[in-house]
């Protein structure tokens, strides 16, 4: 199950949706102001480092008891 997920990310379809968001997010960007370029860094670093946690997690099992 877990196999057939991640190999979505390898798909010709997943590259093809990345791109198509990466092309709106630089869009989105070039019609903004630096103040709102700025606040949408913020928003991908924080997201990514959310990710990069997901992951971590995920990788050293870690649990939380409740």
Do not use: P
Not at 9 to 27: F, H, I, R
Request: charged content about 30%; cysteine-free.
């Amino acid at each position: 199950m877990y196999q057939q997920w991640i190999a979505t990310y390898d798909s010709e379809a997943y590259t093809e949706d990345v791109q198509t968001m990466l092309d709106l997010t630089n869009q989105a960007a070039s019609e903004v102001d630096e103040q709102e370029r700025e606040a949408m860094k913020h928003a991908f670093y924080r997201s990514s480092i959310y990710e990069l946690r997901f992951w971590e997690m995920a990788y050293t099992m870690e649990r939380w008891d409740s």
